[in-house]
């Protein structure tokens, strides 16, 4: 299932996929400059989202994508990384000020069809520490909600079972994130060099690619994951991890991280206030 706006070419347009064979598994926004036409990645190693948003060229670059490259890399060597952490809980660095929820201006700003990279930077700009609790870079030691890799954002699920607790136990499983990521860093190692992500199209490749990868060398990665069963059966928030559109997802998850602090006797998650506008304000 994706989504595309139909916007010009001086806006960002987010591409919005379910893998939907398994729970847990790859939630992701693609981001790229225009719609209809496949467009360049932004220039970097790791796009606007590395070192703030970068400028917009205002010119869409076609860029051929060869279906017969994208198949998964040689996977033989590979080991995954030492688990990365999650950042923290309601760490109350995305603040609610009346109507204002940075949290969803974030969205609003950075995520949904209506954000442009001026948007995103202007509310890097004023809400930093918020910005940068939601989205982490790939290559950081802990990982928040959202993790960037260059041309394409995933939920953190792993993090997001490492702090939230079940109906049962009332605790994280880390075990089970452990083996949730290491799924997720095996399919990352297994395409994102042969399947680059630049709209709904590629972004459906690098899926197929994932989902080879999981058949192939990552099946041992994939039946260690398969305790997400046991998360969803067990209830409790963690169930929130699971959830298959990005932007529930989202809204459940990405207050756990950044969000105030769980009042007694209830969870958090759902911050009060309205979203903020599109600009940031």
């Known amino acids: 299932m994706a989504y595309c706006a139909d916007l010009s070419s001086s806006e960002l347009r987010t591409v919005h996929a379910l893998r939907a064979a398994r729970l847990g598994s790859l939630l992701a ?32 670059v076609v860029q051929p994508v060869d279906a017969s490259a994208c198949q998964p890399g040689d996977l033989r060597t590979f ?26 201006g974030f969205f609003a700003s950075c995520l949904s069809t209506l954000a442009t990279t001026d948007l995103c930077s202007a509310f890097r700009t004023q809400y930093a520490t918020c910005f940068d609790c939601i989205l982490t870079p790939e290559s950081a030691a802990t990982y ?35 083996a949730v990521q290491a799924r997720t860093g095996c399919e990352l190692a297994a395409c994102q060099a042969n399947c680059p992500v630049h709209d709904a199209a590629s972004l459906a490749s690098y899926d197929t690619c994932a ?70 304000q």
């Not at 981001?31 to 209809?36: D, E, H, P, Q, V």
């Not at 932004?42 to 205002?58: I, L, N």
């Not at 990005?246 to 809204?251: A, I, M, V």
């Open 29 to 60: 926004v693609a981001l790229a400059i225009g719609c209809t036409a496949v467009t360049a990645a932004p220039a970097g190693p790791g796009g606007p989202w590395d070192s703030g948003v970068g400028p917009d060229t205002g010119a869409d």
């Open 79 to 104: 080991h995954p990384d030492g688990y990365h952490p999650a950042s923290g809980a309601w760490q109350g660095v995305c603040p609610v000020d009346g109507f204002n929820d940075a949290i969803q």
């Open 144 to 178: 928040g909600p959202i993790i960037d890799h260059g041309g394409f954002v995933t939920g953190n699920v792993a993090g997001c079972i490492e702090l939230s607790g079940t109906a049962d136990t009332g605790a994280g499983d880390l075990p089970c994130a452990e």
């Open 211 to 280: 989902d080879q990868a999981d058949k192939g060398g990552c099946q041992s990665y994939l039946a260690a994951a398969s305790c997400e069963d046991g998360v969803a059966d067990a209830g409790g928030p963690a169930t929130d991890c699971l959830l298959q559109d990005f932007k529930s997802f989202y809204d459940a998850v990405v207050p756990r991280f950044c969000g105030k602090a769980a009042p007694a006797g209830g969870d958090a998650g759902a911050d009060s206030g309205g979203p903020l506008d599109a600009s940031g």
